[in-house]
């Protein structure tokens, strides 16, 4: 290739809403431009890297034993009825008519259409397992999308369904996709953590996310640097290390507490430490109320309350739905309120003569106890695991760190199966739902995860395996014939054998250096003014190491090198 | 491969809907299922052949010096006011809002997205040409899906762009994905006519239809076996043959016709030929009426009539406002007509003493000419050419047939680049606007084509090109050990040189025969009773031949094949 016939419109700077580096150095670099709010397009290079990254991901899961298939973008409401997914999904599903004002949704996954393809044509067990992908462009109108192609609206995923006639099938098929996905990671030389994670409004038992490590991540991962127990912060437990107080029970009392709600602002006027006040939350799942309750210097974790209640709906209450229950906004505490339910954490339940709200603006009791003042409906794991806090497996510190999620994979179980009536014979001849496990990787999340852990001031370093080109030749100054033409000599010897770019523009030396660093071409030859002596430079973008070399050797260098 | 890890879900019959062969063998072999009108999936074998054909037109967009690239599905509405098209387009626009009510499209095609790219990024001249171009799914709300993947809502389009500082740029753009276009069809193996073709919608100047010839087409080709002269039924001309009548003008006289309406009723009634009386039809624009004249045995080609009044929104007036013009529907004739401009074809212009409709209801006139009795306003060849009339070039006699219009190329010159205003700097560093081409071909519907010209009573026979499988090993018995081992041996020996399958299924061997035939694999090796003589049974797909020979000689035989 030429960079005179190529387009590659690379910027000096990136737009000021671009917030992660990633983001910068896609527009930079000249891989993507955005159409609309979390809508891009890809240019020739950006393009050109995210099919090499396609295509890692097809042949591990061509390698796994999964067929490639294609669903369509454009998908019927009934389908999405069938499953009660259609009402349930929410503002995130872009939804749409036809001239016949039939309804319809971009597909923001493919549960629905996957099981739907096997309930018509899989008759018998006999044709199982069977695990099918497809890499596709998903839909999903986000409340806030941002850095670039990391959250956008559009993007290409890799989804694929396995359906298997019983749980040890679906173990083994969910076992192959989990190690196709660390091969894949693997490829891409992405440093990540595998997670235990919440399975979310997809559904099902048991899941995992791919998480690549990040500062820039949106997910917080705990982690056990002992025993390699990890998990995502919703789904994240820590050891109870609490022990039971012994302290014998005091007197409750009410407290005047005027200017005091948030925990910090009643431990100072109370002089007590945060660890002996009780945090009450008020929520409402559109049918019933809840209080939580977590030690003061922990943090309530809805997913896990969700869980717990076997809901995906809660919400916090409103200032007027917490009067209901008898409270005031601010200052709920677990005594004497009005048709709710109760949810302790289990830290809680260790204490004793701690300090509650007490339904009432501006007061709060002291010396409050299980039991002898109130009596908790559920006590469960309702707090979120931080840094710091002990392993439950092995006891040992656990770390954090953040980390962009760029994979997810669960076993769903019978639910859509179920829902769709998916059956199958069994070897007695009897209907069985199937049992199926889905897989997601983000593809252009990949790509941005690459470069967040890749790249230095002056641009993107591509791993070898996604490089954009293998090789730039640079001639330093085209208008020097000798340079030109050993530089095209080079070129013309490389280009059957390596990917390659010459840059043939009439540009300051200086502005093509900076785009080749830029783009991340992981080797340069520059061709300068020893090119007299039939000499060149050779470049790492990796090792930024520079060397002179004959103009002969310029092949041996590089077959070494890739 | 072995069929009994494959998902091919073959069936003996196609459901009543599936009206051509095409659609009926792709449903039978499994290649496509039906989610919803007009939208289909690809299973695994459709797809693998689907990646084929995209990998053809990839080929040679890229060895024509056209870059891939990816735009979005989803497009906003602003884009498409700027061109002008977000109202024009009508129904067959998927239009949809995102949750803060913005408006979007999914794009039936991208003249606007490429053009946006472009404007941004292209400064200068020296960047040119440049010619972009994607393979991703389209979406257009057809009134009728039909002939399953060949008209669908769905579809997945090979588009590209090209962008020139002049005309001369823009002719050579054209001629390069013309001279492409043809290669990829050559590649495919199909009989196929290039026709000249009306811009449409898209807009432009010159536009040519690549069509493959078949029964199923929905368009209509004339061309001229002799000069090679081919144009779609919308543009085709053909050579005016009447001599002017040398006929004394007789006295314009009134008659009645009670009964008598159409052509031939009309015809019958006053005893003279069809070609002696005048067709007239009444068209509106909304804004003006118009009165198209042609000779009673010709039909009146509206695409011509839409060109030359400059305008896309002819339709036929409705009776109220035919009386509007002093007229009466059925019986329009083009004397004493009130605000309408009047078109008459130019082999009406050779007529005399011809018969009009009287503007009456049971009425028409006879012994009408132009000059004397009325004046037209507009004298164009307004007529369709058809079958058996004359070449205009070469005066050789023209033939019809039907076509699949599988690409459709156009020259857009500035329409885009000015209402967008993509313009780059010239040579005199004056702000020029773009010249752009436009350049389409459908992918699925290729596919479909190829079926189309491809196939006998058992089922598909791909080209070598696009055969899912290469050869099919088929032991006829495995039960029996030395069958099902000699396959194996077989298997093993061809799976890293071809693409093979193996027919492991413990189905009877008329199944599996039946499903290789229908699939269309190119070359069957079977594996029977001559197992135990180490000889197996060679089947070619499209000869139909067979040949018995040793086990050793099949890699032999398939060399010499492929």
């Given at each position: 290739?030429?960079?005179?016939?190529?387009?590659?419109?690379?910027?000096?700077?990136?737009?000021?809403?671009?917030?992660?580096?990633?983001?910068?150095?896609?527009?930079?670099?000249?891989?993507?431009?955005?159409?609309?709010?979390?809508?891009?397009?890809?240019?020739?290079?950006?393009?050109?890297?995210?099919?090499?990254?396609?295509?890692?991901?097809?042949?591990?899961?061509?390698?796994?034993?999964?067929?490639?298939?294609?669903?369509?973008?454009?998908?019927?409401?009934?389908?999405?009825?069938?499953?009660?997914?259609?009402?349930?999904?929410?503002?995130?599903?872009?939804?749409?008519?036809?001239?016949?004002?039939?309804?319809?949704?971009?597909?923001?996954?493919?549960?629905?259409?996957?099981?739907?393809?096997?309930?018509?044509?899989?008759?018998?067990?006999?044709?199982?397992?069977?695990?099918?992908?497809?890499?596709?462009?998903?839909?999903?109108?986000?409340?806030?999308?941002?850095?670039?192609?990391?959250?956008?609206?559009?993007?290409?995923?890799?989804?694929?369904?396995?359906?298997?006639?019983?749980?040890?099938?679906?173990?083994?098929?969910?076992?192959?996709?989990?190690?196709?996905?660390?091969?894949?990671?693997?490829?891409?030389?992405?440093?990540?953590?595998?997670?235990?994670?919440?399975?979310?409004?997809?559904?099902?038992?048991?899941?995992?996310e791919f998480m690549v490590?990040?500062?820039?991540g949106e997910d917080?991962?705990?982690?056990?640097?002992?025993?390699?127990?990890?998990?995502n912060?919703?789904?994240?437990?820590?050891?109870?290390?609490?022990?039971?107080?012994?302290?014998?029970?005091?007197?409750?009392?009410?407290?005047?507490?005027?200017?005091?709600?948030?925990?910090?602002?009643?431990?100072?006027?109370?002089?007590?430490?945060?660890?002996?006040?009780?945090?009450?939350?008020?929520?409402?799942?559109?049918?019933?109320?809840?209080?939580?309750?977590?030690?003061?210097?922990?943090?309530?974790?809805?997913?896990?309350?969700?869980?717990?209640?076997?809901?995906?709906?809660?919400?916090?209450?409103?200032?007027?739905?917490?009067?209901?229950?008898?409270?005031?906004?601010?200052?709920?505490?677990?005594?004497?309120?009005?048709?709710?339910?109760?949810?302790?954490?289990?830290?809680?339940?260790?204490?004793?003569?701690?300090?509650?709200?007490?339904?009432?603006?501006?007061?709060?009791?002291?010396?409050?106890?299980?039991?002898?003042?109130?009596?908790?409906?559920?006590?469960?794991?309702?707090?979120?695991?931080?840094?710091?806090?002990?392993?439950?497996?092995?006891?040992?510190?656990?770390?954090?760190?953040?980390g962009i999620e760029v994979g997810h994979?669960?076993?769903?179980?019978?639910?859509?199966?179920?829902?769709?009536?998916?059956?199958?014979?069994?070897?007695?001849?009897?209907?069985?739902?199937?049992?199926?496990?889905?897989?997601?990787?983000g593809?252009?999340r990949?790509?941005?995860?690459?470069?967040?852990?890749?790249?230095?001031?002056?641009?993107?370093?591509?791993?070898?395996?996604?490089?954009?080109?293998?090789?730039?030749?640079?001639?330093?100054?085209?208008?020097?014939?000798?340079?030109?033409?050993?530089?095209?000599?080079?070129?013309?010897?490389?280009?059957?054998?390596?990917?390659?770019?010459?840059?043939?523009?009439?540009?300051?030396?200086?502005?093509?250096?900076?785009?080749?660093?830029?783009?991340?071409?992981?080797?340069?030859?520059?061709?300068?003014?020893?090119?007299?002596?039939?000499?060149?430079?050779?470049?790492?973008?990796?090792?930024?190491?520079?060397?002179?070399?004959?103009?002969?050797?310029?092949?041996?260098?590089?077959?070494?090198?890739?």
């Amino acid at each position: 290739m030429r960079t005179s016939k190529y387009f590659l419109p690379t910027l000096r700077e990136a737009s000021a809403e671009a917030e992660t580096v990633s983001h910068q150095l896609m527009l930079r670099a000249g891989l993507i431009r955005k159409q609309a709010s979390g809508v891009y397009s890809y240019l020739p290079l950006g393009y050109k890297i995210l099919k090499k990254v396609e295509n890692i991901i097809r042949e591990e899961m061509d390698s796994a034993g999964s067929l490639e298939i294609l669903g369509p973008a454009i998908q019927p409401a009934e389908l999405w009825k069938e499953s009660q997914r259609w009402d349930e999904y929410g503002d995130e599903m872009f939804r749409l008519k036809d001239r016949h004002n039939r309804e319809f949704c971009l597909g923001p996954t493919h549960e629905e259409i996957f099981t739907d393809i096997v309930r018509n044509d899989l008759r018998s067990y006999r044709n199982l397992p069977l695990s099918l992908y497809q890499i596709q462009s998903k839909y999903r109108d986000e409340r806030r999308p941002r850095f670039g192609v990391m959250r956008s609206r559009e993007f290409i995923m890799k989804d694929g369904y396995s359906f298997d006639i019983d749980q040890d099938g679906l173990d083994l098929s969910y076992d192959k996709m989990f190690d196709a996905y660390k091969r894949i990671l693997s490829r891409l030389d992405l440093k990540y953590q595998v997670v235990e994670a919440d399975s979310g409004n997809i559904g099902g038992s048991h899941s995992h996310e791919f998480m690549v490590i990040s500062e820039v991540g949106e997910d917080d991962i705990i982690y056990c640097a002992e025993c390699g127990y990890a998990a995502n912060l919703e789904k994240a437990v820590s050891k109870i290390t609490s022990i039971k107080s012994e302290e014998a029970p005091k007197e409750l009392k009410q407290v005047d507490t005027p200017n005091a709600s948030s925990i910090d602002e009643v431990a100072d006027f109370l002089n007590v430490l945060p660890h002996n006040i009780v945090k009450a939350r008020v929520y409402t799942n559109n049918e019933r109320m809840f209080v939580a309750l977590v030690k003061g210097d922990q943090k309530i974790n809805e997913t896990k309350l969700n869980t717990i209640l076997d809901t995906s709906l809660l919400e916090p209450a409103s200032e007027e739905e917490i009067k209901e229950i008898k409270s005031e906004a601010g200052f709920t505490g677990p005594l004497n309120l009005k048709d709710v339910t109760i949810i302790c954490d289990k830290e809680v339940e260790k204490m004793r003569n701690f300090v509650v709200g007490g339904n009432k603006k501006g007061v709060h009791l002291i010396n409050c106890n299980i039991g002898r003042d109130f009596t908790p409906d559920i006590i469960a794991d309702i707090r979120s695991a931080k840094e710091g806090e002990s392993c439950t497996r092995c006891g040992e510190v656990l770390s954090s760190s953040k980390g962009i999620e760029v994979g997810h994979i669960f076993k769903l179980g019978t639910k859509y199966s179920e829902s769709l009536n998916a059956t199958v014979l069994d070897k007695d001849g009897k209907e069985k739902p199937l049992l199926m496990g889905c897989y997601g990787i983000g593809v252009n999340r990949l790509l941005a995860a690459v470069i967040e852990q890749n790249h230095d001031e002056d641009g993107i370093i591509w791993p070898k395996a996604l490089g954009p080109f293998q090789v730039s030749v640079i001639p330093v100054n085209v208008k020097k014939e000798e340079q030109l033409n050993l530089a095209e000599d080079i070129y013309d010897k490389l280009k059957d054998k390596f990917d390659v770019i010459i840059d043939d523009r009439k540009e300051r030396v200086g502005v093509k250096f900076k785009d080749h660093e830029l783009i991340g071409v992981p080797v340069q030859i520059i061709v300068g003014k020893n090119a007299a002596d039939n000499q060149v430079e050779i470049k790492y973008r990796q090792s930024k190491d520079k060397l002179l070399l004959d103009a002969e050797k310029v092949v041996e260098a590089l077959d070494s090198y890739f």
